[in-house]
């Protein structure tokens, strides 16, 4: 019988061990959801205010002659309030230089700056891709040419976002 008594003391320190580690880890979760959910009320308003931005200033720009939309993007939500999209797609029989003249003037006349340009690979191929990126404050302008061959219907696309590239 003695043997059993320290048996029985081990199981229970044991048993306590597994109950705070059990606590411990269920303060953390809730702790977790609290900084989320604050982070989601207390930036949701800041992201809402940018995103009625991007859309005022889309608004503004004007669309490259003879160019067809194909598609429309407008990407916020409160529950992810750190980024925002606003932008189209086109179709345009325009090769990239004629592109880049015509958004290089078109925005910086609305006060962005050029920030970088970069080439586009498809599966490792270069394509004739290009990315040129605009900033204006904390909101970037992005003009995308598909290149050679676009296989989703659309050979340029100019989307403004807030939170998916460095601008300040």
């Known amino acids: 019988m003695d043997k059993e008594l320290p048996t029985l003391e ?8 597994e109950k ?4 411990r880890g269920g303060a953390f979760l809730v702790f977790m959801l ?4 604050g982070d989601r009320v ?13 859309l005022t200033e889309f608004s503004t720009i004007t669309l490259l002659p003879n160019a067809s939309l194909v598609a429309k993007v407008d990407n ?37 700056q050029f920030a970088q340009g ?12 290009r990315e ?12 995308e040419y598909a290149g050679q061959e676009p296989q989703r219907g659309w050979n340029y696309a100019l989307r403004l976002s807030w939170g998916l590239h460095r601008c300040t």
């Open 10 to 17: 081990r199981l229970s320190k044991e048993n306590e061990k």
């Open 20 to 23: 705070r580690k059990r606590l």
């Open 34 to 37: 609290l900084l989320w959910l």
């Open 42 to 54: 207390i930036n949701g308003d800041r992201g809402e205010a940018h995103h009625q931005q991007l």
């Open 76 to 112: 916020f939500s409160p529950w992810n309030a750190h980024k925002a999209t606003v932008g189209a797609t086109y179709l345009s029989k325009a090769q990239f230089s004629d592109i880049q003249g015509f958004y290089d003037h078109e925005l910086q006349s609305h006060g962005w």
């Open 118 to 129: 970069r080439s586009l690979m498809q599966w490792g191929k270069d394509l004739g891709g």
């Open 132 to 143: 040129l990126v605009y900033c204006k404050g904390e909101l970037a302008a992005s003009v």
